[in-house]
């Protein structure tokens, strides 16, 4: 009788940035995980376009913020662009696309170009191992970390009584699973979720810890793993290595 065959589930770990490989013709996204790296998808330019067009090159690097925002509205905000062949130069020209056509996102998303070959799987794995990506990486990864305890320190601050900071994985669990049932009719509505990455490594087979993680990835609540040896994380791991941000809905008139 022979055997079933058995599946190996891959571990990604949890998202640490997003990256970009784009040379004159094609852009190629990537999921940086802890763990491992896994490719969102890809973005072409018209095989037949003018590269010194503009409008052409105009609709390639929105197409590619258009592939890009998914990712960064769940949470996921550093964004490293390599530059296959020219350097940084075709990577800070997407860049600065961004800052002038874009400008919202730069308020939230962190970006930063580095000299590499990011366009295919071999290629973006040594990448992401080199010292260069790891710092250039570390550097936005940071900003992003800094803005996160500010919106904790807000919302700790807060006395309107609108913003609950939840410490507990068990009241955590509560609140998504209220949001899970009951979706827009739930009274507290959880925005982020902030938490070391030693908390992480600890509780991640939790199925608690794993139910919030994937009702926050269908629900578009943004969730966030910080070095627990970073400022940020540090102050995170002060409060027990998990927080939740969850804002009261406002009142709705039947």
């Avoid at 990256?19 to 940086?32: C, K, M, P, S, T």
């Avoid at 052409?56 to 964004?79: C, D, E, Q």
């Avoid at 969730?223 to 995170?236: M, N, P, Q, S, Y």
């Amino acid at each position: 009788m022979s055997g079933r065959s058995k599946t190996r589930r891959v571990r990604h770990g949890y998202p640490v940035a997003v990256l970009v490989g784009l040379d004159e013709q094609r852009a190629v996204i990537w999921i940086v995980h802890s763990e491992t790296l896994k490719q969102h998808g890809s973005v072409n330019r018209p095989v037949e376009s003018d590269r010194s067009d503009e409008g052409t090159r105009y609709n390639f690097y929105n197409a590619i913020v258009s592939a890009l925002k998914p990712l960064f509205s769940s949470g996921t905000s550093s964004l490293v662009v390599a530059g296959a062949k020219s350097g940084t130069q075709l990577a800070d020209e997407f860049i600065t696309h961004i800052r002038r056509h874009h400008a919202y996102l730069t308020r939230s998303v962190h970006v930063t170009s580095v000299v590499g070959d990011a366009m295919t799987a071999s290629t973006a794995r040594a990448l992401v191992k080199a010292s260069t990506f790891q710092t250039n990486a570390a550097g936005v990864i940071d900003r992003e970390s800094d803005d996160l305890i500010r919106v904790l320190d807000t919302a700790l601050s807060d006395s309107t009584g609108n913003t609950t900071v939840l410490f507990s994985l068990d009241e955590i669990d509560r609140c998504f699973k209220s949001l899970s049932r009951h979706g827009e009719a739930t009274e507290e509505y959880p925005q982020y979720v902030i938490m070391t990455d030693t908390f992480w490594s600890s509780r991640k087979n939790d199925p608690r810890l794993q139910r919030t993680m994937d009702v926050a990835k269908n629900t578009g609540v943004k969730t966030h793993v910080l070095r627990t040896d970073g400022k940020a994380g540090e102050r995170i791991a002060q409060l027990g290595g998990l927080v939740c941000l969850a804002r009261k809905r406002e009142n709705r008139p039947s």
